[in-house]
């Protein structure tokens, strides 16, 4: 039997029989070892090399594509080939939708639940430009200041000439801030030899009012050279720039508790969401695509059903956007965030809405919780983050008993943990609505209705 060492790094053809859940084609090769080969289709014939072997198995890229899928398309973007950004925009948009639909399907049969309704996925009429919210990692090159995303599993930067998913204005201030700093003499950081300035930047687009912002987070101990002239230099081609800041900082996370310097305007933006308005700070977490946040809320609120009567928990509340929207039709509810911050912003877009039936506490949510127990909830929202609800929560909800949840996720294989989880405790999963929020990504968002039996 030919050893797959002997095949590296020689080429081989092979055929696409399926999908991994990352979109990697899985091809089988005569002795049976399986390569997973990047950017290869369902039913597709390439000559690939293979790049890197395991014990069983190994990953491959395509050399010379032989026979190509019926729902291969031409990338919108030049840079699709080496950027992390996106992963299918080689795929037709409606394969997509099926693709993230049977990614959805197969994690939830994996766990032993087979018989969950999953619902076709609502996508977009247009799946491009829908970012309202990018991560900017800066690199110093040979002729200026590089911005753009990492290469998909490294941390080689792909300089962005065009992008497909971010809105124009942002893309058009991402070009203008490079276009400054290499006029002003400002370099990226560079991690060898510990100099530069620019480590990267978190920049948003107001979907209600079109302003937008910009958070740099530079080299500890640093400022921006000639701050003054770089913000005006910046304003004075893209007036709409509302709120320009900084953070010298090691951790360039959203849980960051590092000072944020101001340099121009106030420390947010004002967005919308069901005609609520919300303040958005620097680093609050508001969903990145704005048009689908509202389909996806809608359907939470009518899985939830709420008459007016109803007493809520929003676990995972964040800056209280499910809390609020909810609150317009519940009796009362109680929000739960870890992030003091959020909790701040939370509760000042509570007073900018004038809602004053919702409640946000500081905390754990298993913890928290707890202390509720007497309040007899009728439904919880929960909306974890990628690594989904830790157990103790999940107990303390089936415990309990609150009659129905309101499942939102972001990631199969932890809300496919969780359900199980809550399916033993005692809830019926009634259905499952899958939304595109990241088009041409292979995440996929869902919304998942329970009831207590």
């Not at 000072?259 to 508001?286: K, N």
């Not at 039936?357 to 309040?375: H, L, M």
Request: net charge neutral; proline share 3%.
């Amino acid at each position: 039997m030919e050893r797959v060492e002997e095949l590296k790094p020689a080429t081989v053809v092979v055929e696409s029989i399926d999908l991994t859940h990352d979109a990697l084609g899985v091809c089988k090769l005569e002795n049976g070892f399986m390569i997973f080969v990047e950017g290869m289709l369902k039913g597709e014939r390439a000559e690939i090399v293979i790049t890197e072997t395991k014990k069983n198995y190994g990953f491959g890229k395509i050399v010379n594509l032989l026979e190509k899928s019926p729902y291969r398309v031409a990338a919108k973007c030049k840079h699709f080939d080496t950027c992390g950004g996106c992963s299918l925009m080689h795929m037709d948009y409606d394969l997509q939708l099926s693709f993230k639909k049977y990614r959805v399907e197969t994690t939830l049969k994996r766990i032993g639940l087979n018989n969950v309704l999953v619902n076709d996925m609502i996508g977009m009429a247009n799946p491009y430009n829908y970012r309202n919210k990018v991560e900017i990692k800066f690199n110093q090159g040979e002729k200026g200041i590089e911005a753009g995303f990492f290469q998909a599993k490294s941390h080689t930067l792909v300089n962005l000439d065009e992008c497909h998913i971010m809105p124009k204005r942002v893309y058009d201030l991402l070009v203008l801030i490079k276009n400054v700093s290499n006029e002003l003499g400002i370099k990226a950081y560079d991690e060898e030899s510990k100099t530069g300035v620019f480590k990267s930047a978190v920049m948003r687009e107001s979907n209600k009012t079109k302003k937008l912002s910009v958070l740099f987070n530079l080299s500890v101990g640093q400022t921006i050279p000639q701050s003054d002239v770089f913000v005006k230099k910046i304003l004075a081609k893209i007036p709409e720039v509302a709120s320009i800041a900084y953070s010298s900082t090691n951790d360039e996370s959203s849980y960051s508790m590092d000072e944020i310097v101001q340099l121009h305007g106030e420390d947010g933006l004002i967005d919308s969401i069901d005609g609520m308005d919300f303040w958005i700070g620097h680093r609050s977490f508001f969903q990145t695509n704005p048009i689908q946040t509202e389909r996806l809320y809608k359907k939470a609120l009518d899985y939830a059903n709420l008459t007016g009567k109803e007493k809520v928990i929003d676990a995972y509340c964040g800056i209280g956007t499910i809390s609020l929207v909810a609150a317009k039709k519940a009796f009362k509810v109680f929000g739960i965030e870890v992030v003091k911050p959020a909790i701040q912003d939370a509760r000042k877009n509570a007073e900018i809405n004038h809602l004053k039936n919702v409640f946000f506490e500081v905390g754990e949510a298993e913890i928290v919780i707890q202390k509720w127990k007497k309040f007899k909830f009728d439904v919880i929202f929960v909306d974890p983050p990628r690594k989904g609800c830790d157990k103790a929560m999940l107990d303390a909800v089936i415990n309990m008993k609150i009659p129905k949840i309101v499942y939102i996720s972001c990631d199969p294989g932890t809300l496919a943990r969780d359900l199980k989880i809550l399916a033993d405790g005692g809830y019926n999963i009634l259905e499952v609505t899958p939304f595109d929020m990241f088009p041409q990504s292979v995440h996929v968002e869902t919304v998942t209705l329970l009831q207590l039996k």
